[in-house]
Each structure stands twice: as C-alpha cells, then as structure tokens.
C-alpha cells in the first residue's frame, strides 16, 4: 500500500505570494491532518479534515488555510506569505478513529522557503 | 490545556551505549501516547504506542517505553544504540476528542563510533 505523498517536495516564493501545497493520504484513510514544523517550535498542528469538513483548528492565522476532496485528498493554501512561514508542511493520514485512537502515517513533507 | 515536554534539545551517545530519551505530559485523561523518529530530510515514522494495559511497550528497531502514570511521563529507551539511531525524535500526546496530536519539540540524538 502507498504510503502518504505531498507534492512538491520544495517550494521558494516571495513575500506576499500564495502557495497551495497538496497531500495524498494512505488508500482507505479518511482524516487527514497537516502540521507545520520548525527548528525553534518543533510541530505545530494546523488543521485536521475529514469526510472534507475542517475537524480541528490550531491556532493559527486566517491566512492559513485547507480543504479535503471527496476521494480524502487534501491541500492547504497559505496566502500572503510572510518570511516566518518558511517551514516543513508534514501531512498525516489516519482511518476514522471512531471510538477508539488510531495512528498518524506521516508523509515526506513539502520544505517552503519565503524569501 | 495538554502539553508534551521533551526536555533534552539534544543527545550524544556512544555507539553501543544504552538510550533513555525523557518525555513528560500535561493531560487530564490517560492519554494515547506515541513515539516518532524523524531522519533528515523525511517524514516522521512511528516507533511505538501505548493506549493502555502493559505499561512498558515495545516498537520497533529495538526500542521500548514504558508509561508511568504517576510521573506523567513516557520514556524512550534502546538497551544498545546503533549509529544509525541518529535522529530527531519526537514525542506525541493523542487527544480522543477528535484527531489531534500534540507533539513535543522533538530531541536531536547524535551517536558516536
């Protein structure tokens, strides 16, 4: 079974721009969450979808922002880029826990550079 | 508000040394508790999990952790390190309202020939 994909793998824009970074869960996986990561913060969790309704929320700026397709894939869009928002986007797929806790598979992530 | 603590930055070891990487959690519930591993320039793979029962749990490439509820804490450990155990590693709370993580700010291990 695939494992979890984003595509691109790395990303550089400017001040100002939009990006849309995309995520292909694992086949059979429904709840698709997306974290960023940095070396001062470590992973901040952005958003979790599923069955394409946004789940859960971090605490993060309007700016960001996500949506999940019928077949479970998601993407995430960050406008008005700022230099702070260089980072690596992990996205992680997982069954509908249901009643009862289920794994995060992480993909590769999409390294972004604003510069 | 849940919170998960790593408190070592960073981690040297001699190869063949014995691993005790410390994680420690802030939760109201028992909580679901996990271990990643993190190689530069990849995604995060899962070394165990613990949802309940035995307290001490194993994963994989020989490593365990055993939950103390007591402590709030949950302590990755390998008897004996490989040079190939160097990583960024991260300790993870599961909240079961809803899929969410939270995660610690992750512990650079750098092993030594």
């Known amino acids: 079974k695939a494992g979890v994909t984003q595509t691109p793998r790395y990303l550089i824009k400017t001040r100002g721009q939009q990006v849309t970074l995309s995520c292909s869960p694992i086949s059979g996986h429904r709840s698709v969450s997306w974290y960023q990561q940095t070396p001062g913060q470590g992973l901040q969790f952005l958003f979790e979808?599923?069955?394409?309704?946004?789940?859960n929320k971090g605490n993060f700026p309007g700016r960001f922002s996500g949506r999940q397709f019928s077949n479970s894939r998601s993407e995430m869009n960050v406008s008005t880029l700022e230099l702070g928002d260089s980072a690596l986007y992990l996205c992680a797929s997982s069954l509908d826990p249901g009643l009862s806790y289920n794994e995060q598979f992480f993909g590769p992530g999409t390294r972004l550079t604003v510069l | 508000a849940q919170s998960v603590t790593q408190p070592d930055i960073h981690i040297t070891v001699s190869e063949g040394a014995s691993l005790e990487l410390r994680c420690n959690y802030s939760?109201?519930?028992?909580?679901?508790l996990f271990w990643y591993v993190q190689s530069p320039g990849q995604g995060l793979q899962l070394l165990l999990k613990y949802f309940s029962g035995d307290t001490l749990v194993q994963g994989i490439k020989g490593f365990e952790a055993e939950f103390k509820r007591s402590q709030s804490s949950f302590n990755l450990r390998k008897p004996s390190v490989h040079w190939s155990d160097a990583a960024e590693y991260f300790c993870?709370?599961?909240?079961?309202?809803?899929?969410?993580?939270?995660f610690g700010t992750g512990t650079s291990l750098t092993v030594i020939p």
């Open positions: 939760y109201g519930a028992t909580p679901y």
């Open positions: 993870a709370v599961g909240v079961d309202t809803g899929n969410q993580f939270y």
């Open positions: 979808y599923f069955s394409e309704t946004q789940r």
